[in-house]
């Protein structure tokens, strides 16, 4: 008996789902059989190596790029046959601004956006410009990566869409106003009903506002679960073993990582804690510590490419 | 009354919250019918998930700790037996100190001995 690691959640409202979605590059797969699902509200974050499909994922659900197979839906409207609703529906930061506004100043940039959206909330808008201390008069041509990313954070949520897709929302961004930034997150969360979907290669920056996870590794959904089951369902087992030890036949459970010392092994496994200590107790371990794993530990233990 | 994380800390984040008011009330830096801050405060001051802040929030309400005034907040409940909460506090203390003697290989009389050494230490120094 082994626990997989679950890839579906329990039913529920989604915000936002995707069905076997599959995307090649040449003979490179993007996504293999992608399964995405995000409940309303939730706090999504997707992680996974560079390349692991996350960007992708993303530019999809906008319908920036098409997948070769599956389907996705925002508010259960298709991203391909309805995108332009489902643009009007999220805010989105891309992971890298690759379009041609570099001639317009940021002031005229954020007005030019405001006409799309019929939601725009200029008071908002104008407590963000403060809060990421944005220069108006500036071209957007001459920012840095960070100043950039602070301009794309006010453009997706100054119009309070229910979806935001956030792909690397503080990169570039110095301590202060990375930390600055989850602090508007979480306002914004606060006040208005948001489902969102971010990716980040800091995990630890957003373990406290994290709900949800998804684990891309080479294009494939490795793991998909609530925080709540995550907290549940992983642990490090730090047990003191014999000399020559002979080890355990089966932990009940997947073994994510094994760490083996002289007379001390450490297991990170996903499944039953109760069975797992009784496992290495009747093997003639002695269990020294059950933890669980921080966010940024776990997604580590996840990815794990040894598996 | 102060409510601060840490970060080494793995339990859940609603949990760590509702201990902190604990203490708060046990210390009492949080008073008979003070106010908490709002949800949305607290998430922004913490750079937590609102949904977690509601969540502890609603946990301390049912353990009678807090008491929710339609559209005004969320209060300290006043006349708490804090004796009730003392001992909550003491046995997460308790758990956590065997916690982790378990881990260096300790018993629990070992522990004992050592914090009543450690305090007699501690008291010799402070009186001299």
Same mark, same amino acid.
């Given at each position: 008996?082994?626990?997989?690691?679950?890839?579906?959640?329990?039913?529920?409202?989604?915000?936002?789902?995707?069905?076997?979605?599959?995307?090649?590059? &040449?003979?490179?797969?993007?996504?293999?059989?992608?399964?995405?699902?995000?409940?309303?509200?939730?706090?999504?974050?997707?992680?996974?190596?560079?390349?692991?499909?996350?960007?992708?994922?993303? *530019?999809?659900?906008?319908?920036?790029?098409?997948?070769?197979?599956?389907?996705?839906?925002?508010?259960?409207?298709?991203?391909?046959?309805?995108?332009?609703?489902?643009?009007?529906? /999220?805010?989105?930061?891309?992971?890298?601004?690759?379009?041609?506004?570099?001639?317009?100043?940021?002031?005229?940039?954020?007005?030019?956006?405001?006409?799309?959206?019929?939601?725009?909330?200029?008071?908002?808008?104008? *407590? +963000?410009?403060?809060?990421?201390?944005?220069?108006?008069?500036? *071209?957007?041509? /001459?920012?840095?990566?960070?100043?950039?990313?602070?301009?794309?954070?006010?453009?997706?949520?100054?119009?309070?869409?229910?979806?935001?897709? +956030?792909?690397?929302?503080?990169? &570039?961004?110095?301590?202060?106003?990375?930390?600055?930034?989850?602090?508007?997150?979480?306002?914004?969360?606060?006040?208005?009903?948001?489902?969102?979907?971010?990716?980040?290669?800091?995990?630890?920056?957003?373990?406290?506002?994290?709900?949800?996870?998804?684990?891309?590794?080479?294009?494939?959904?490795?793991?998909?679960?609530?925080?709540?089951?995550?907290?549940?369902?992983?642990?490090?087992?730090?047990?003191? /073993?014999?000399?020559?030890?002979?080890?355990?036949?089966?932990?009940?459970? *997947?073994?994510?990582?094994?760490?083996?010392?002289?007379?001390?092994?450490?297991?990170?496994?996903?499944?039953?804690?109760?069975?797992?200590?009784?496992?290495?107790?009747?093997?003639? &371990?002695?269990?020294?510590?059950?933890?669980?794993?921080?966010?940024?530990?776990?997604?580590?233990?996840?990815?794990?490419?040894?598996? | 009354?102060?409510?601060?994380?840490?970060?080494?800390?793995?339990?859940?984040? %609603?949990?760590?919250?509702?201990?902190?008011?604990?203490?708060?009330?046990?210390?009492? !830096?949080?008073?008979?019918?003070?106010?908490?801050?709002?949800?949305?405060?607290?998430?922004?001051?913490?750079?937590?998930?609102? $949904?977690?802040?509601?969540?502890? %929030?609603?946990?301390?309400?049912?353990?009678?700790?807090? %008491?929710?005034?339609?559209?005004?907040? !969320?209060?300290?409940?006043?006349?708490? !037996?804090?004796?009730?909460?003392?001992?909550?506090?003491?046995?997460?203390?308790?758990?956590?100190?065997?916690?982790?003697?378990?881990?260096?290989?300790?018993?629990?009389?070992?522990?004992?001995?050592?914090?009543? $050494?450690?305090? $007699?230490?501690?008291? !010799?120094?402070?009186?001299?």
């Amino acid at each position: 008996m082994t626990s997989p690691l679950p890839t579906r959640l329990r039913d529920g409202d989604l915000a936002v789902e995707t069905r076997g979605l599959t995307k090649r590059f &040449g003979d490179q797969v993007a996504l293999n059989d992608v399964s995405l699902q995000v409940p309303v509200g939730a706090v999504y974050l997707l992680v996974g190596p560079n390349g692991a499909g996350k960007s992708t994922t993303l *530019k999809v659900l906008l319908d920036l790029m098409r997948a070769d197979q599956g389907t996705a839906e925002v508010f259960g409207l298709s991203t391909r046959e309805r995108a332009p609703e489902v643009r009007a529906n /999220v805010g989105y930061v891309p992971e890298r601004p690759d379009w041609g506004y570099g001639w317009m100043r940021v002031g005229r940039l954020l007005e030019h956006h405001a006409l799309y959206y019929p939601t725009w909330d200029a008071s908002y808008a104008e *407590k +963000l410009v403060q809060k990421f201390e944005l220069r108006l008069e500036r *071209k957007m041509g /001459v920012l840095s990566k960070g100043q950039a990313r602070r301009v794309h954070l006010t453009m997706a949520l100054a119009h309070r869409p229910p979806v935001l897709l +956030l792909d690397e929302p503080t990169d &570039g961004l110095d301590p202060l106003m990375r930390d600055e930034t989850f602090g508007v997150l979480a306002d914004h969360l606060a006040e208005s009903q948001t489902t969102v979907v971010l990716s980040t290669h800091h995990v630890e920056e957003v373990e406290r506002l994290a709900d949800h996870i998804g684990v891309l590794r080479s294009g494939e959904l490795r793991a998909q679960m609530s925080r709540a089951d995550l907290d549940a369902g992983l642990r490090r087992y730090r047990v003191e /073993v014999p000399d020559k030890w002979p080890g355990v036949a089966s932990l009940n459970g *997947k073994v994510l990582r094994r760490v083996t010392a002289p007379r001390e092994v450490q297991w990170t496994v996903w499944g039953p804690e109760t069975e797992i200590v009784q496992k290495l107790s009747s093997a003639g &371990g002695t269990v020294r510590e059950v933890v669980p794993l921080s966010l940024l530990d776990a997604t580590l233990a996840l990815l794990n490419p040894n598996d | 009354m102060l409510i601060s994380l840490d970060p080494q800390d793995t339990r859940p984040i %609603y949990v760590q919250i509702v201990d902190e008011v604990r203490r708060a009330l046990v210390l009492g !830096t949080l008073g008979p019918d003070d106010p908490l801050p709002s949800v949305r405060d607290l998430a922004v001051k913490l750079r937590v998930n609102p $949904n977690t802040v509601s969540q502890a %929030y609603r946990d301390l309400e049912r353990q009678g700790m807090v %008491y929710v005034r339609r559209g005004q907040g !969320t209060y300290a409940t006043p006349g708490q !037996t804090d004796g009730v909460e003392r001992r909550t506090l003491a046995d997460g203390v308790a758990q956590r100190a065997l916690h982790d003697a378990r881990r260096n290989g300790l018993g629990v009389n070992e522990l004992i001995d050592a914090i009543r $050494n450690h305090d $007699n230490h501690r008291q !010799t120094e402070e009186s001299l």
